[in-house]
């Protein structure tokens, strides 16, 4: 039997991330996101929400980029610590021992330890309600080469160990469980000996 709860926001998990933003070194902030994902495939396109009442709010706002880092376990305890601290009050990179690194395309910072860093344009600006959508063109995206795998020259999701959030809590993503179109793939029938 299912429950009937309030309305809410229960779809998880989703990512947990880093987003740079800032055009000089002096500017520069993190803080974390869970309300991001992908709107467009062609042209590329992805979303951030964010409270206007974040620091780095009246950033993106004014310089209209800014950019999405993946996170891994060993980013966790600075996606945590990202989220809840201002940049006002805190020069986060410094705090957490993170690198700024100059992205392509914007101007905003990329972070080196991220494995995968999303350059993003603003495009649009939706208000919502508690959170403004900034939706944007994607740019460039920079991957960290250590977790390109050199057979297949595609991502590695395992070695990269990156992490969701749920409910308040982080997780690593799990094992492999399938492929696209796996479910509908022709099994090959083992052909008869003569």
Same mark, same amino acid.
């Given at each position: 039997?299912?429950?009937?709860?309030?309305?809410?926001?229960m779809i998880?998990?989703?990512?947990?991330?880093? +987003?740079? +933003?800032?055009?000089?070194?002096?500017?520069?902030?993190?803080?974390?996101?869970?309300?991001?994902?992908?709107?467009?495939?062609?042209?590329?396109?992805?979303?951030?929400?964010?409270?206007?009442?974040?620091? !780095?709010?009246?950033?993106?706002?004014?310089?209209?980029? #800014? +950019?999405?880092?993946?996170?891994t376990s060993?980013?966790?305890?600075?996606?945590?610590?990202?989220?809840?601290? !201002?940049?006002?009050?805190?020069?986060? #990179?410094?705090?957490?021992?993170?690198?700024?690194?100059?992205?392509?395309?914007?101007?905003?910072?990329?972070?080196?330890? !991220?494995?995968?860093?999303?350059?993003?344009?603003?495009?649009?600006?939706?208000?919502?309600?508690?959170? $403004?959508?900034?939706?944007?063109?994607?740019?460039?995206?920079?991957? $960290?080469?250590?977790?390109?795998?050199?057979?297949?020259?595609?991502?590695?999701?395992?070695?990269?160990?990156?992490?969701?959030?749920?409910?308040?809590?982080?997780?690593?993503?799990?094992?492999?469980?399938?492929?696209f179109g796996? !479910?509908?793939?022709?099994?090959?029938?083992?052909?008869?000996?003569?």
């Open positions: 039997m299912k429950q009937s709860w309030k309305p809410g926001t998880y998990p989703l990512p947990a991330v880093l +987003v740079s +933003v800032g055009v000089k070194e002096e500017e520069y902030n993190l803080f974390t996101v869970a309300w991001t994902g992908t709107v467009c495939t062609n042209p590329p396109m992805c979303y951030i929400s964010v409270r206007p009442e974040r620091h !780095s709010y009246e950033i993106i706002r004014r310089t209209g980029e #800014f +950019v999405i880092n993946l996170t060993r980013l966790a305890r600075a996606t945590d610590w990202c989220g809840v601290r !201002s940049g006002r009050d805190y020069n986060k #990179f410094r705090k957490m021992g993170l690198t700024p690194i100059p992205a392509t395309q914007v101007a905003a910072p990329v972070v080196e330890e !991220s494995p995968v860093s999303i350059e993003c344009r603003v495009r649009q600006i939706v208000p919502l309600g508690s959170h $403004d959508m900034f939706i944007a063109d994607v740019v460039n995206v920079l991957v $960290d080469e250590e977790y390109i795998d050199p057979e297949s020259g595609k991502f590695d999701l395992q070695r990269a160990d990156l992490i969701a959030y749920s409910h308040g809590e982080y997780f690593r993503l799990g094992d492999v469980i399938g492929h796996w !479910s509908v793939r022709k099994k090959h029938k083992p052909s008869k000996r003569k």
